[in-house]
């Protein structure tokens, strides 16, 4: 019998807005998944380190702030360094404010998938089952 699939839902930074992430961790919940809430303002290797501690399969990171850029390739690296691998088996997701331009560089820099405002949770749900790195 599979585990259940288990989530991190992070918010990095400095944003203070949370019902964005209180949203997807409640679909990924009820979807059956296992969710782990960080609560707001935590360093990238604050998140690596509960990531770890949790044995996640999944790093979603919620973001308004602006910061996605330097604050999620950072989650990326502290992942890497938190287990020991230049592959992560983590899927890793961002969503929130996040231009469209700056979608490219975050793939580039290890985001599995960027999902912007309004995304049906479904479709993250169903992202998430089928590109599970485990």
Known sequence: MDR???VLVGKPGLDGHDRG????ARSFRDAG????Y?????????LARMA?????DVVACSI???????LLPKVVECLKKEKGAEELDVLVLAGGIIPAEDVEFLKANGVDEVFG???NTQDIVEYT???LKR
Do not use: C
């Open 4 to 6: 259940k699939i288990r």
């Open 52 to 56: 770890v501690e949790e044995d996640v």
């Open 64 to 70: 308004l702030s602006g910061a996605h850029n330097t």
């Open 21 to 24: 992430a209180k949203v997807i």
């Open 38 to 46: 960080s609560g707001l303002h935590r360093t990238p290797e604050e």
């Open 129 to 131: 089952k089928a590109n």
């Open 117 to 119: 405002p309004g995304t």
């Open 33 to 36: 998944m296992e969710v782990i």
